[in-house]
């Protein structure tokens, strides 16, 4: 089975601030490993992807993870929070190489104040 | 990017009656289509996978008489909340996967409230 673990459910920080949203994976197989943005009463958009790939991602709105296997982990960040950039965000993950049902993490509410 | 449009965005219904949500893909065909559950402020819960032209593979603990789901086209998959009652008030989400790659799109999302 698989599973992510996002800590911390909300998360404030100053306009212009690092962003670093934390993201725990446990796999017994490769996975694949997703950031989605939730904003208000919307459905989800994908942020950026790990796909064996490279293991520093680079998304939209100037967001990258790093997967690290050691560690397990697939933290999200941002130099720079923008106003815009409030909303929720959802950890995935999946199964490496197939058309596998993702799993979700709870989420974390990322709150950007002046 | 593809898109996947829902519809109703938000529907209202009485207590007993039974409300279907749409699920399209915009520009690509979708073999496989998943239905999602979202209470306020969780997380997404798998309901169930649709795949075109078979029946629908349903998570544990859901009903399947109760959310009854076709997918008939490659571009189109029905969810249907049968005899609705107020705890099935939720927002619910689909997403689709296109035929040729493994790209997973999501729907705008349709809050269903049940009075």
């Known amino acids: 089975a698989q599973s992510v673990t996002q800590l911390g459910s909300h998360v404030s920080v100053s306009e212009g601030a690092l962003v670093l949203l934390r993201c725990n994976y446990s796999s017994s197989v490769p996975p694949y490993l997703f950031w989605y943005v939730q904003y208000p009463n919307q459905g989800l958009q994908l942020l950026l992807k790990y796909t064996s790939a490279a293991t520093l991602v680079k998304g939209i709105n100037g967001f990258e993870a790093e997967f690290k296997k050691s560690e397990t982990s697939f933290h999200l960040t941002k130099p720079s929070a923008h106003m815009s950039d409030a909303a929720e965000y959802f950890c995935a993950v999946t199964r490496a190489g197939t058309a596998s049902k993702l799993t979700f993490g709870t989420g974390t509410r990322l709150q950007v104040t002046l | 990017g593809a898109v996947v449009s829902q519809h109703p965005s938000w529907v209202i219904c009485k207590s007993g009656t039974s409300v279907k949500i749409e699920c399209r893909s915009l520009?690509?065909?979708?073999?496989?289509m998943f239905w999602y559950r979202q209470f306020p402020k969780q997380s997404l819960m798998l309901m169930a996978t649709s795949n075109e032209g078979s029946k629908a593979t349903y998570e544990q603990g859901v009903e399947k008489d109760k959310f009854l789901i076709n997918h008939a086209s490659l571009t189109l998959s029905t969810l249907t909340v049968t005899s609705a009652h107020p705890e099935d008030s939720s927002f619910y989400i689909c997403s689709a996967r296109e035929a040729t790659g493994g790209e997973l799109f999501f729907g705008e999302g349709s809050r269903l409230t049940v009075l």
């Open positions: 520009d690509f065909q979708a073999t496989t």
